[in-house]
């Protein structure tokens, strides 16, 4: 396929054509990911999540400087999830990240999680691909925290770096957003709020409530506007990069990336043809009625589905229904 030889070169034109045929969940997709799969592992994919407004996006600006520096190649997702209340983050991250946009070493693509409740759009996972096998030296992935999206971010990224201000709660709130299991850095952002002293202290205390391991989680605080305590991030990133590497965490965190990368295809399948039947009312359509009026509860109606051979087959195989 031209357009993967293309981007395979670099062309950035035809890395976000591709991009675009992911979202748009066209048909070439297993070709293009196929074709892809050869070229993938070597970025570090880094992951920004938090809850909205925490400074995600001015921190992604501020380390893609950083890496730029370096000379790096630096790929950028952000995953608005296409809330009313968020509707204006993707054109606000478009300012907020214009002074990339002349540099063809910073490729920034936005995308929306459309129908799939809170976490990260399948298509998310397959971008990140895409942005690996063009050659992006780190991938900065952003997601807002609602929920599922840390745990997806964790399945597809190297390093999750998660983001709190002190706007955005206190630290027992954080612990009961399940946070702390996925953080592998903590930032506390908008250091100049008086309140963020507290906060900084508040994680530390129940960090060290944890049981060793091969990673201590570093707490940053950071003035992301001011451009205050990003090296010091930058720093904390780049070492859980070498410490990943060398006890061989990363091997072990890419085969975990990549049996979820299975399972959630399978399951997103499974799901698509599962709604495709219950569109054409077929066999399905019965167990459904039952269901909606009340008559069968679901889990007995998924169970008897699921005990029909024939009726599983039927499904599975899309035939007409009968
Ligand atoms: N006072 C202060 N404000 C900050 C700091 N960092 C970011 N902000 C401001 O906080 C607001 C939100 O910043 P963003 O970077 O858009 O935050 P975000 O987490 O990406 O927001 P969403 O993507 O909408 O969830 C902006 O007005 C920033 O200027 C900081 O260190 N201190
Ligand atoms: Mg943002």
Not at 23 to 50: C, D, F, Q, Y
Not at 223 to 244: K, M, P, T
Not at 257 to 262: G, Y
Request: glycine fraction near 8%; charge should be negative.
């Amino acid at each position: 396929m031209k357009l993967v030889e293309q981007m395979l070169r670099g062309e950035n034109l035809a890395l976000a054509r591709l991009i675009s045929l992911v979202e748009n969940e066209s048909s070439e997709v297993p070709e293009i990911m196929k074709l892809i799969s050869p070229h993938l592992g070597k970025a570090h994919r880094i992951g920004i999540t938090g809850p909205p407004g925490t400074g995600k996006s001015t921190l992604v600006d501020k380390l893609a400087s950083l890496m730029r520096k370096q000379d790096l190649k630096v790929g950028i997702i952000a995953v608005d999830p296409s809330s009313p209340f968020t509707g204006g983050a993707v054109l606000g991250d478009r300012i907020r990240m214009q002074q990339h946009y002349l540099d063809a070493g910073v490729f920034i693509r936005s995308m929306a999680t459309r129908g799939s409740v809170g976490g990260l759009p399948q298509t998310a996972g397959s971008a990140i691909k895409l942005l690996d096998a063009a050659g992006k030296d780190i991938i900065l992935v952003e997601t807002v925290g609602v929920g599922q999206s840390e745990v997806d971010i964790m399945e597809k990224t190297d390093t999750v770096l998660v983001i709190q201000c002190p706007e955005s709660g206190d630290a027992i709130q954080t612990m009961k957003a399940g946070l702390f299991e996925i953080a592998d850095i903590f930032v506390v952002n908008k250091a100049d709020h008086p309140d963020a002293d507290r906060l900084l202290r508040d994680i530390q205390a129940m960090l060290r409530l944890r049981e060793p391991s091969w990673w201590d989680i570093p707490v940053v605080a950071t003035e992301a506007v001011n451009d205050v305590g990003i090296n010091e991030l930058y720093e904390q990133v780049q070492l859980h990069h070498r410490v990943l590497c060398e006890t061989g965490q990363l091997s072990q965190r890419r085969q975990l990336q990549r049996r979820f990368d299975f399972i959630k295809t399978v399951e997103h399948k499974l799901t698509h043809k599962l709604l495709k039947s219950i569109e054409q009312d077929g066999q399905l359509g019965r167990y459904i009625e039952m269901v909606e009026m009340g008559e069968l509860d679901p889990y007995s109606a998924a169970d008897e589905l699921l005990k029909s051979g024939n009726l599983l087959t039927d499904w599975l195989c899309q035939r007409p229904p009968g």
